[in-house]
């Protein structure tokens, strides 16, 4: 399969966030695939278990909740509690709600639901106008603020929550849809061709506007968000300390080049114009946002998918600008991301797109939960100087303070964000085109799916991965006619291999470069292709143009992004080195595979520069010369921070090679590693 094969219409919508009208790709849905095991299951998991409930009762403690029981009692503004935009949390959480009803059909989280769905219809005012914050005597007048207000904003999560509950439970009777439909229609009323000629200062209500054509078939929505996509860059913003880039204003959605000012808000902004130019026909907006999303992939993205390089502003920075230790790398902007590059995946069937959600989801947004799921990063850093607190359970964090995952925020966008991601994280595993499916995230799981030929095509999916390599796919019903089964090659993966084991004991093995590996047959129950990738620890150099980690590498492994963390260097070190500042790598020795943990070697220095130096410059080098060396396990980033208080990193500094130690003999080195793993 190549990006280059026409565009089908799609005649069905399935159960999933983004259903295009036309594109390479048709996403298969939450009725169509059920992960059933592994790394992504117990994330699952946990979300159902624990977070929502979590998230529940934060938002009720916060009183974000009741502030649309005051609404529809008519007593605010007082007693109103949270930012302009906590109205958004509310439909994040019932968009997770929805996705987790539709996945589990569990009965107490459809009465949470309802009941939540019941407290948002009664505030909403006669004409469809729904918001807590703009409106009534006391407040500032309805549309005020488009700059920092949020209403459009909170409408837009609004429309994706009636969505989710239209495709999750077509049939029910909540009236969630007929909110949405009334606060949409008035949108269409004011800001339509002869209305208010401006834009949100947060973009998101054009995903919104554009999936809820898709749901209802009322094409005016899409035209008012092709309005809203045609208008941003236009100058319609007043302006603000940061630029008018920070609104991603500062240059028409089709001229711009990169993504840039507030990543969620340019994520999320692209997101939309990508549904726009698919259901217009636009090619050459979609081109362009082909471009921004090259661009900002190559020159303004971490390593681990993350975006946003300034804790100001919560922005990109320039080109190259990724510094470790001040990564901001918001966790909304790395699920903004993906949703951004799903649709391009959709629409052009390119596998680096797959590739960079799976980097994100690694990396990102498994980093932000602890494993208890009741705990969450905001800004995700790739290096901790000091040593965290334990944040206080009862209260919530300024969000990007928290050194610890911490409960809650006084903006809490990222908890309910995670929540609706892994409630809805099925519809991101699998693609069918007219010629078959597509795989593109590998987890344990089940797929059933109708070909546009009328085929029903059935596989299970069996995989250990990302501890193990083999991501073995088993069709389970015979084949009339042949199809194509196809399987994403990461990017990482040279020496992939693709073995194909008929049913008659018939065995072929070839290698499977970057990009598609695709087998086409009339399958039977018994086939079975196996995709094995190759996961060896491999160092990652940087591009020498991002200076910050210039003379740095990183471990990966797979699609995961290992860390350096404090704790190992104490017990491997016995309590003689606890900073990561006090060690570098020596990137001549390789870099060993213990049963899925990579050992890396690295030197330890003498004591550095005293703490009193007056001035931190000086005419010799001020590096610490090497004392000896350690195998130290290093731990994937997403694991971080879940044994206490540390230091850690991502790029570990290179020790010059009059620096390594080679001292250490081989019988040493293995007693180390030993010592090391136990």
Do not use: F, K, M, Q
């Given at each position: 399969m190549t990006s280059t094969e026409p565009r089908t219409a799609h005649h069905r919508a399935g159960i999933v966030p983004a259903a295009p009208r036309t594109g390479r790709l048709r996403p298969l849905g939450l009725d169509e695939v059920r992960i059933t095991g592994g790394f992504w299951a117990e994330r699952q998991s946990v979300n159902h278990r624990h977070t929502l409930a979590h998230i529940g009762r934060w938002l009720e403690r916060a009183g974000w909740s009741r502030n649309f029981d005051l609404a529809a009692a008519g007593s605010l503004p007082a007693d109103r509690r949270g930012r302009e935009f906590s109205d958004s949390e509310i439909y994040k959480y019932l968009e997770a709600l929805a996705w987790e009803i539709g996945r589990t059909g569990d009965g107490e989280l459809e009465a949470t639901f309802r009941d939540l769905v019941g407290r948002v219809e009664r505030a909403q005012e006669p004409d469809g106008y729904l918001n807590t914050n703009f409106g009534r005597p006391g407040q500032a007048p309805r549309w005020s603020?488009?700059?920092?207000?949020?209403?459009?904003?909170?409408?837009?999560?609004?429309?994706q929550a009636a969505v989710a509950r239209a495709r999750?439970?077509?049939?029910?009777?909540?009236?969630?849809?007929?909110?949405?439909?009334r606060a949409a229609d008035l949108v269409c009323e004011v800001f339509g061709p002869k209305g208010v000629q401006s834009v949100c200062g947060h973009a998101e209500i054009e995903v919104g506007l554009a999936e809820l054509a898709r749901v209802t078939g009322e094409q005016r929505y899409l035209r008012q968000a092709q309005l809203f996509v045609a208008r941003r860059g236009t100058g319609t913003l007043r302006p603000i300390e940061w630029g008018p880039q920070y609104f991603q204003d500062d240059a028409p959605v089709r001229q711009a080049t990169v993504l840039r000012g507030h990543a969620v808000r340019a994520n999320y902004l692209a997101a939309g114009a990508v549904d726009v130019a698919v259901d217009t026909g636009d090619e050459d907006l979609l081109s362009a946002l082909v471009t921004q999303w090259d661009n900002t992939v190559a020159r303004r993205t971490y390593i681990t998918g993350g975006q946003g390089s300034h804790h100001q502003d919560e922005a990109f920075g320039e080109d190259w600008v990724l510094p470790p230790d001040r990564a901001y790398s918001e966790t909304c902007a790395g699920i903004a991301s993906i949703m951004f590059s799903w649709r391009l995946l959709l629409?052009?069937?390119?596998?680096?797109?797959?590739?960079?959600?799976?980097?994100?989801?690694?990396?990102?947004?498994?980093t932000s939960p602890s494993a208890s799921g009741t705990a969450f990063y905001y800004a995700n850093t790739l290096h901790q100087r000091t040593p965290g607190s334990?944040?206080?359970?009862?209260?919530?964090?300024?969000?990007?303070?928290?050194?610890l995952r911490a409960p809650w925020f006084g903006v809490s966008c990222c908890p309910p964000n995670v929540a609706r991601t892994f409630a809805s994280l099925d519809a991101l595993v699998a693609t069918a085109d007219t010629q078959g499916v597509q795989i593109h995230q590998f987890a344990d799981c089940r797929i059933q799916t109708r070909l546009d030929n009328g085929e029903l095509v059935a596989l299970d999916v069996q995989t250990d991965y990302p501890r193990r390599g083999s991501v073995r796919l088993t069709p389970t019903r015979d084949a009339a006619d042949p199809w194509t089964l196809s399987v994403r090659v990461p990017h990482w993966a040279d020496g992939a291999r693709l073995v194909v084991t008929r049913a008659a004991g018939e065995v072929s093995t070839t290698h499977a470069a970057p990009g598609w590996a695709s087998v086409r047959h009339a399958f039977r129950t018994g086939d079975v292709v196996e995709l094995v990738l190759p996961m060896r620890p491999r160092l990652t150099h940087p591009d020498p143009r991002i200076d910050a980690v210039r003379g740095c590498v990183a471990v990966e492994r797979g699609p995961e992004v290992y860390c350096l963390e404090s704790v190992d260097l104490d017990a491997v070190s016995h309590g003689a080195v606890t900073?990561?500042?006090?060690?570098?790598i020596d990137d001549t020795a390789p870099v060993e595979d213990h049963d899925g943990r990579p050992l890396a070697c690295l030197v330890v220095t003498a004591a550095g520069p005293p703490d009193d130096l007056a001035w931190p410059y000086a005419e010799r080098s001020l590096e610490p010369a090497p004392s000896t060396s350690f195998d130290v396990p290093l731990i994937p980033y997403h694991d971080w921070a879940e044994r206490g208080p540390s230091t850690m990193r991502v790029w570990l500094p290179v020790a010059g090679r009059s620096h390594v130690d080679h001292g250490t003999t081989g019988e040493q080195r293995s007693e180390q590693k030993g010592n090391a793993i136990r």
């Open positions: 603020d488009l700059e920092w207000g949020h209403e459009l904003y909170c409408l837009g999560h609004l429309c999750t439970r077509p049939d029910a009777d909540d009236g969630l849809l007929a909110v949405a439909r629409a052009r069937g390119d596998t680096r797109y797959g590739d960079l959600i799976e980097r994100t989801l690694y990396n990102v947004v498994a334990v944040p206080d359970p009862d209260t919530a964090s300024l969000r990007a303070e928290s050194s900073d990561v500042a006090d060690v570098r």
